[in-house]
């Protein structure tokens, strides 16, 4: 028999043909000789208008949800059902109709054919990489059996812990928590591993962590950069920096590494590592000491100035600045006096400086210079780090009663983490916090009981936390270990479930950013793909199983939509702020909260009311009432090791896309040529990376973008390679954290290392 | 209604039966689909399924997916060009995915559905009304990538598994019967 190839084509391709062949075969009466299998006889064959596919596109409004600065709001193409291409919404004077690398590769994401598909089961052992296919209700069943098990052996569920952070920052997300406090008092990994030193220097501060809209930087006279790369990781807000520059604004970028934003600036500042609180207080004094200090705010804002000055007159000594950090003190000099002279001036932490074990006293060093310059309170001024002002949402998916009866911790509270968790007033108990940053000794050592059943959801403990071996260790003997995500990643390959997760394109969701003042709404554009469900799905259907095993068990609903709790988040004071008055105005793209200038009033949250110098708060907690100088850990091995994210991946995400991989398929670690030299190390030489925690074969690259002595690893996974720098990583906390997110943060960037040439 | 030979019926049946496994949704379908086969290797439905999944389902990465468009147009993302050629062959057969944007189209276990309904249609109900697609879904997209597909997931000898190779070979000797045993005009 032959066929002719043109023949079909036209009839695929040409609606009048199309039309016709449609029309003879509805009458030819093939139809109803199908013989059935997944695919149907089509019915409904529509000959009546010629056939020419659903050529236009259906937009739906989407957010970028992983953590990162710019929180992008996103306008995405969908024809026929299939994903074509985002863009960001043009609405957005921030995002402003772009995204980057990561956010353009969106499809390729969703589209990934690695995306964990079904629910499966490793049947072989933890890490034995058997995999079995089980339904969601089978999943579900063992899960909630497991559950009600441990319940009844321990008489609370505190043997469940869940471990969630930065993989979906949506505000619905916050469900999986409630997902938790659904089935009782649970054990909570609390904590940050990302920002919570510099968030209690600041609170000590300002009783608050509340930054200036970035957009205002366009009108800045002087900004300073400081440990922060925007120009890869929030070039968002590199517009603006722009602007300001173009306008004669002076940018100074301070880092220990060469950064891409360092290449941007008007000046490039190179510190030494941990140094940061010292050159802030040396300016300070610098100004001071020139009469250029904003003596008049200080009086009417401030508590503890006389104290901070006797401090700096007594204890900083100039010189002792500059061999510290390494800088020459003219330099020092004019950067101090030229930025005091400039109004309004700013400066922008970043979250890298916070992770040393001074990382907070850093902080409110440099909040104090800020604030003697004059500059808090002032439009295009500010001690910037991030903020949850706009945060004010309901977080009905995460305030969810307890089940009658259930008990709980009695040991002494502790904090919760980003968002507060609402604590039952009439109740004695509470859920059990363990250091995040701790994750593998906390999981170990937690005793009465011990805790045997693990959820991780949005994260990849692998790659965020700290010492592999012992993560390895804590995952195998736990009874129990789910991970609900996108992709097969190290953290799965632990687990004894595997639950495929939705991405934010196949639910609903609203979003805000911790640095920008935009709301998004996050549409449903696609239907979910094989057989992902979302979190909140996942929720629902674990309380339904609970629920038929023993009644009353669970108080999550056992059934949800996401766009119905979506909705529930929103309340008038979300309305007000952002100058809407319904959340369906969303459709026609994000909005922004009304213009605010922190502390513009002279009102802080703190306990005086005041910007406080002197903090009786800090005193009680950290042992110092002002922002002295703390010197940074002693080295314990040749090398200072930093590991900075990386411009295309966020923490361990996308970084296993292929368009990410064309680029930066393999981790490297660059080293500065001098040291390189000393030990006989050539570009693209494997070299053995080692510490007392852990070593590392890793590809050499030769830059004096980092400074001699120091040797730079992004942080990330990177898909089919075993590389992860937190091996060589111990938990060593930061000086700060404990205070507002419940754990102290951890001092990523003391780590210290040798290496050779292998 | 025309009588069907027994060598169309085998035909018929191997397909389905190749169907069947790429669509199987747990172990005991799995067995079921490979016991019809006439295999006579001996497999725990276990281990038959965790040997099926590591070739083509995950969760790790597969040794080979089984989609088209992993083939034809990019060897990382699904959903792409060729799925959505696949999906308008579909509506122009006359067929209805009521998986669609669920199960990429051109998954092996539905593109394989669709051959099997369409050859159907031809040796069991006599009607060859449909049977130029046929050849022009076998020759132009079935042709393009299955063998690439069976080639990848062979070449992956390290992880010996006769009853992968099996359903490979069985994969492999029917695309070459139907591909042979039909001629080809231009
Ligand atoms: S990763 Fe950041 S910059 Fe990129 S799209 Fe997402 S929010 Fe925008």
């Known amino acids: 028999m032959s066929y002719s190839k043109e023949n079909v084509e036209s009839i695929v391709n040409n609606g009048l043909s199309r039309r016709s062949f449609l029309k003879g075969l509805a009458a030819s009466g093939v139809l109803s000789s199908f013989p059935g299998g997944i695919l149907q006889a089509n019915e409904d064959l529509n000959t009546k208008i010629p056939y020419l596919g659903e050529k236009s596109y259906k937009t739906f409004r989407n957010a970028c949800p992983r953590n990162c600065y710019d929180t992008c709001s996103i306008k995405t193409y969908v024809k026929d059902g299939v994903m074509q291409f985002i863009e960001g919404a043009t609405e957005s004077t921030y995002t402003r109709g772009g995204c980057c690398v990561k956010g353009n590769s969106y499809v390729k994401r969703v589209y990934s054919a690695r995306r964990l598909k079904f629910p499966m089961m490793q049947v072989g052992g933890k890490g034995s990489g058997n995999w079995k296919r089980i339904s969601w209700d089978q999943a579900m069943d063992i899960i909630a059996k497991k559950l009600l098990e441990m319940k009844k052996e321990d008489g609370t569920l505190l043997g469940a812990a869940l471990t969630k952070y930065s993989g979906n920052f949506g505000i619905t997300h916050y469900g999986i928590e409630g997902m938790f406090n659904s089935i009782g008092y649970t054990t909570r990994l609390a904590g940050t591993p990302c920002w919570p030193a510099g968030i209690d220097a600041q609170n000590l501060d300002m009783g608050d962590m509340w930054c200036n809209d970035p957009e205002e930087m366009k009108d800045s006279k002087f900004i300073i950069l400081w440990g922060v790369n925007p120009a890869s990781n929030s070039i968002h807000s590199m517009k603006y920096i722009y602007e300001a520059k173009k306008k004669g604004a002076k940018v100074v970028v301070i880092d220990p590494v060469f950064t891409e934003a360092a290449s941007k600036a008007s000046q490039y500042i190179q510190i030494k590592a941990g140094t940061d609180g010292l050159l802030a207080l040396g300016m300070a004094k610098i100004i001071i000491d020139a009469n250029l200090h904003d003596q008049k705010w200080l009086d009417a804002n401030s508590k503890g100035y006389k104290e901070y000055k006797a401090y700096l007159d007594k204890e900083i000594k100039l010189d002792n600045v500059s061999k510290i950090t390494g800088i020459p003190l003219a330099m020092i000099k004019e950067l101090a006096l030229s930025f005091a002279k400039a109004k309004p001036a700013t400066i922008w932490m970043g979250y890298g400086m916070q992770r040393h074990t001074n990382g907070g006293s850093m902080i409110r060093a440099i909040d104090a210079f800020v604030a003697v310059s004059g500059n808090i309170g002032k439009y295009a001024g500010g001690a910037r780090y991030g903020h949850l002002n706009t945060w004010g949402f309901n977080y009905a998916a995460l305030s969810m009663p307890k089940p009658e009866g259930s008990v709980g911790y009695t040991g002494p509270e502790g904090a919760k983490g980003d968002v507060a968790q609402g604590k039952d007033a009439k109740s004695n108990y509470t859920d059990r916090f363990l250091n995040i940053n701790k994750t593998a000794r906390e999981l170990i050592n937690a005793k009465e009981p011990k805790v045997r059943l693990l959820w991780v959801a949005c994260k990849n403990v692998f790659a965020q936390d700290f010492d592999r071996n012992q993560l390895i260790r804590a995952f195998q003997q736990l009874d129990l270990v789910v991970v609900a995500d996108q992709f097969f990643n190290e953290t799965a390959k632990w687990a004894d479930i595997v639950l495929p997760v939705a991405t934010q394109f196949e639910e609903y969701d609203v979003n805000v950013s911790y640095w920008h003042y935009w709301l998004t709404l996050n549409e449903q554009a696609i239907k979910p793909l094989f057989e992902v469900k979302s979190d909140l799905e996942i929720a629902a259907m674990l309380s339904k199983r609970m629920n038929q095993l023993q009644a009353g068990s669970c108080t999550f609903p056992q059934s949800v939509d996401t766009k119905a709790m979506m909705v529930k988040e929103f309340n008038p004071g979300i309305y007000e702020q952002f100058g809407i008055k319904s959340w369906e105005e969303l459709k026609n793209g994000p909005v922004k909260a009304k213009a605010v200038i922190p502390y513009a009033d002279g009102k802080f949250k703190t306990p005086s009311g005041k910007f406080e110098f002197y903090s009786d708060k800090a005193l009680e907690l950290f042992g110092s009432a002002l922002p002295t100088y703390l010197e940074v850990r002693k080295p314990y091995d040749k090398f200072r090791m930093t590991s900075p994210h990386s411009r295309w991946s966020l923490h361990s995400q996308f970084q296993n896309l292929e368009w990410m991989e064309d680029v930066h398929p393999e981790p490297y670690v660059y080293i500065n040529p001098d040291d390189a030299e000393a030990k006989m190390v050539k570009e693209g030489d494997t070299v053995a990376v080692f510490n007392k925690q852990g070593l590392l074969r890793v590809k050499a690259k030769l830059t004096d973008n980092v400074q001699a002595g120091t040797v730079l690893m992004y942080e990330q996974w990177y898909n089919n390679n075993i590389y992860n720098v937190n091996e060589l990583i111990d938990d060593t906390s930061s000086d700060m954290g404990a205070f507002k997110t419940g754990a102290p943060g951890v001092a990523l960037h003391d780590t210290f290392v040798n290496f050779r040439k292998l | ?186």
């Open chain 2, 1 to 186: 209604m025309q009588t069907i030979q027994p060598q169309d019926r085998s035909r018929l049946d191997e397909l389905k039966h190749l169907r069947d496994i790429f669509n199987a949704q747990n172990s005991k379908e799995l067995k079921i689909a490979f016991g019809a086969l006439h295999s006579c290797l001996e497999i725990s439905e276990e281990d038959l399924e965790v040997q099926f999944n590591r070739y083509f389902v995950g969760p790790m990465e597969p040794i080979a997916d089984p989609f088209a468009s992993i083939y034809i147009d990019d060897p990382d993302v699904v959903m792409s060009k060729s799925t959505l050629h696949v999906r308008e062959l579909y509506e122009t057969m006359g067929f209805t995915n009521p998986l669609k944007n669920i199960i990429p189209d051109d998954h092996l276990g539905v593109e394989l559905d669709a051959y099997y309904q369409l050859l159907y249609l031809e040796e069991a109900k006599g009607i060859t009304y449909l049977s130029d697609l046929r050849h022009y879904f076998l020759h132009e997209h079935l042709s393009l990538w299955v063998p690439r597909f069976i080639a990848r997931a062979l070449e992956h000898s390290e992880h010996d598994s006769k009853a992968m190779t099996f359903i490979l070979l069985q994969l492999k000797s029917l695309l070459i019967r139907e591909t042979t045993t039909q001629g080809v005009t231009a």
